[in-house]
């Protein structure tokens, strides 16, 4: 049966009624809420989505940085410039995309060179910029970083290699035709990055990571060579 006009009207006073007592309430026991997100996050966020299209440091590996290497100060008790992170952690693969990309030079500085183009005419703050430089400058697991910032976005980095996000990476990038690379190639590019990157991680918590996401990979690449008569028939 559906209401009348004034059972409606009712209702609606009943919700408006219900909203400001909310309110009240939140606001006697001293709730806050939440301050809008900068313009220039939603800038940053929203350029790194248009741009970054890659299954392996494309759009969602930015974001899983970010998380990631916050959650790995959290753990530490190590407090982060915020704004320095997340600004580093989404923009940090720039210059692996056209038309940002410089054949023969390491993305790494390239892109902290090239965020002046997102960034500046934003309200990011600008004495903030040489720390993200700095971090997307030392992102990579064979640099060495300075400073917290760039401690955790490293290590996230490095950890988004291994585990099964790492394998899910790396086997993304086979050549769909067949061509190089090969999925035999991404095959043995994980089994490196498995002996090679966790060397290079520094922090506590990003070490305490190693073993289970070592051991992730193990177990996959296990059953994959029992079912591939040893990669063979990959």
């Not at 559906?2 to 026991?29: H, M, Y």
């Not at 970054?52 to 959290?74: T, V």
């Amino acid at each position: 049966m559906k209401c009348r006009p004034w059972q409606e009207s009712a209702r609606r006073v009943r919700t408006r009624a219900a909203l400001v007592t909310g309110l009240c309430l939140l606001t006697a026991i001293g709730y806050a809420a939440p301050p809008e997100e900068p313009a220039w996050r939603q800038t940053v966020r929203a350029f790194a989505a248009s741009n970054f299209k890659n299954p392996a440091w494309g759009f969602s590996h930015s974001e899983r940085d970010y998380e990631l290497a916050s959650q790995l100060a959290a753990s530490d008790h190590v407090v982060l410039d915020d704004d320095v992170l997340f600004a580093a952690a989404y923009l940090h693969d720039m210059a692996a995309f056209k038309p940002w990309e410089a054949e023969g030079k390491d993305h790494s500085d390239v892109g902290a060179m090239t965020i002046d183009s997102v960034l500046k005419g934003t309200n990011f703050p600008a004495d903030k910029f040489e720390a993200v430089r700095s971090a997307i400058r030392t992102h990579m697991y064979y640099r060495t970083p300075v400073g917290p910032e760039a401690t955790y976005l490293h290590d996230a980095d490095a950890l988004d290699w291994l585990g099964a996000i790492g394998i899910a990476r790396v086997l993304a990038l086979a050549d769909p035709q067949g061509q190089s690379p090969t999925l035999p190639d991404e095959v043995a590019l994980v089994e490196k990055n498995l002996k090679v990157v966790p060397a290079h991680i520094v922090s506590p918590a990003g070490r305490s990571q190693i073993a289970t996401r070592i051991a992730e990979a193990a177990e996959f690449l296990k059953e994959l060579r029992s079912e591939s008569d040893d990669f063979r028939s990959l």
